[in-house]
């Protein structure tokens, strides 16, 4: 059984930097694919970032530059270092893994960022 669990979310002045990392149950390796959404009220949940099982990386417009994923397996966990933060990242913000068998989508239940201005 997979389960999802982010954490490190919290409140921040603009310019700021946060940590979030999303702990994977179960086998890590059994992820293809994992990344970081976000979402706010009223809006449709965006993609931020992703990181492949190999290691390629890509990052939405709005964050390249300023955040990075990685990836640690040993720990079974993924990570996102989000720095120079605006009040436009403010989103509960969401961890994705896609599995390998079955390509089945799973979600955190997501991490409250605020970045005041």
């Known amino acids: 059984q997979v389960q999802l669990v982010e954490s490190g979310g919290g409140l921040v002045q603009a310019g700021g930097s946060l940590r979030l990392s999303c702990a994977v149950s179960?086998?890590?390796?059994?992820?293809?694919?994992m990344g970081w959404y976000r979402q706010v009220p009223g809006k449709q949940r965006e993609w931020v970032a992703l990181i492949t099982s190999v290691g390629t990386t890509n990052y939405a417009d709005s964050v390249k530059g300023r955040f990075t994923i990685s990836r640690d397996n040993a720990k079974n966990t993924v990570s996102l270092q989000m720095n120079s933060l605006k009040p436009e990242d403010t989103a509960v913000y969401y961890c994705?893994?896609?599995?390998?068998?079955?390509?089945?989508?799973?979600w955190g239940q997501g991490t409250q960022v605020t970045v005041s201005s």
């Open positions: 179960g086998n890590i390796f059994s992820m293809n694919v």
């Open positions: 994705k893994g896609v599995s390998r068998l079955g390509g089945r989508d799973y």
